[in-house]
């Protein structure tokens, strides 16, 4: 998925003298329904600011099949602190599908710090939910008109590292980039989407969904 915002990152270095890029605004935002129900099957979707945009039309759809919870962050899997809020999310309950995408936030991160980031968190969902079947999306491109449309091939980078952790660790694909990658008309901005973009992303991401739920 794209970066809500490009902004300049802070370089900031922890205890370990880890390298941590952040940007100017980090933010976390997780949404639980039926917090208290478990009569049907649990799906975590994991994204940024483009999975916000999605998942109320996901989440209405599958309500008959699955309870739906959200993970969306601006933590770039390079970042300790993506893998510190998934291990929460991860411990709190039980999923039949994890819907994961982490796409171009960190940029400062180079592309084999992202691997080594989204790897980790592979191994975390597979240690904590082995049972949960995984699905790997990805991200989408910047608007190929828009002057952002350069760190298209940073996007084209980061997705050619998830098809090949997809096939390490068994997981599926949802290809979320094809759609919208000669489709300048679908943006309301570099990044975002208008409505009948989002909507497409929905009916993608629900029948993926169903799909597994369902076999």
């Known amino acids: 998925m794209a970066l809500s915002q490009v902004a300049i990152s802070q370089k900031i270095t922890s205890e370990s003298n880890q390298k941590i890029e952040r ?7 997780i949404w639980v329904a039926s917090a208290q129900s478990n009569n049907k099957p649990r799906v975590l979707l994991i994204g940024d ?20 919870a ?25 999923y039949s599908v994890i819907h994961f995408n982490n796409g ?13 980031g989204y790897e980790k968190a592979i191994q975390l969902i597979k240690k904590i939910t082995p049972e949960s079947k995984l699905v790997l999306v990805l991200s989408t491109p910047l608007q190929s008109t828009s002057e952002k449309n350069y760190l298209n091939s940073r996007i084209d980078e980061r997705n050619r590292i998830v098809r ?23 943006y309301k901005d570099p990044y975002h989407f208008k409505t009948e973009a989002i909507k497409l992303q929905g009916e993608q991401v629900v029948e993926t969904i169903e799909n597994l739920i369902n076999h």
Request: hydrophobic share 35%; charged share 25%.
């Open 164 to 186: 090949g952790l997809a096939k390490k660790y068994g997981a599926s694909i949802n290809d979320l980039n094809f759609i919208f990658k000669d489709h300048p008309e679908y």
């Open 49 to 68: 600011s483009i999975l916000i945009g999605y998942y109320k039309s996901v989440s209405e759809s599958l309500e008959s099949d699955a309870y739906c």
């Open 70 to 94: 959200r993970f969306a962050t601006s933590a770039c899997v390079a970042d300790p602190a993506f893998h510190q809020q998934l291990e929460l999310m991860l411990n709190q309950y039980e």
């Open 104 to 116: 171009l936030h960190g940029v400062g991160y180079t592309e084999e710090e992202y691997q080594e």
């Open 23 to 29: 940007e100017n605004i980090e933010w976390c935002d």
